[in-house]
């Protein structure tokens, strides 16, 4: 009898560490999750008159904005589509996304527009001018039953 004892025991103990282990794997995981954060960078092409007297204009070769991940394939597509009526997004899904909006507002000469204007960066590529703008989320934490 002995024996059994020890075995539903050792069973007992078995069971209680995985169930722990699955606990504290889960649990890291939706933390890691809710620290994601998302950045969509829109393109889309604008006329010469289109572009506000106060906005400086970006050459597509700048350095800072190859700097910026997502921006180069983001202006590339307002091109190759011809986007003027829609924007051109390139979705970024990662930890610190958040991070990339910060850099286009805050590396290049971000203009800030009025109700007539577009936001975002102007920049001349291939003789056209593209309007070059991001916003950010977070995923919110999920609330603990």
Not at 19 to 43: F, I, M, P
Not at 100 to 105: A, F, T
Not at 135 to 145: F, K, M, S, T, Y
Request: proline letters at 3%.
């Amino acid at each position: 009898m002995m024996f059994r004892g020890n075995g539903m025991a050792l069973s007992l103990l078995a069971v209680g560490t995985a169930a722990a282990a699955g606990y504290l794997l889960r649990s890291r995981r939706s933390r890691v999750e809710t620290a994601r954060s998302k950045a969509d960078l829109g393109a889309r092409i604008v006329s010469q008159t289109d572009v506000p007297d106060g906005a400086t204009i970006v050459d597509a070769s700048s350095e800072r904005l190859s700097q910026i991940p997502g921006a180069r394939r983001a202006i590339t597509r307002a091109l190759r589509n011809d986007a003027r009526k829609e924007w051109e997004h390139v979705t970024l899904d990662r930890e610190g996304a958040w991070s990339i909006v910060d850099s286009v507002r805050d590396s290049l000469p971000y203009y800030d527009g009025d109700d007539s204007e577009y936001n975002g960066v102007y920049v001349l590529c291939n003789d056209r001018i593209v309007v070059l703008d991001a916003i950010g989320w977070a995923r919110l934490e999920q609330p603990r039953h």
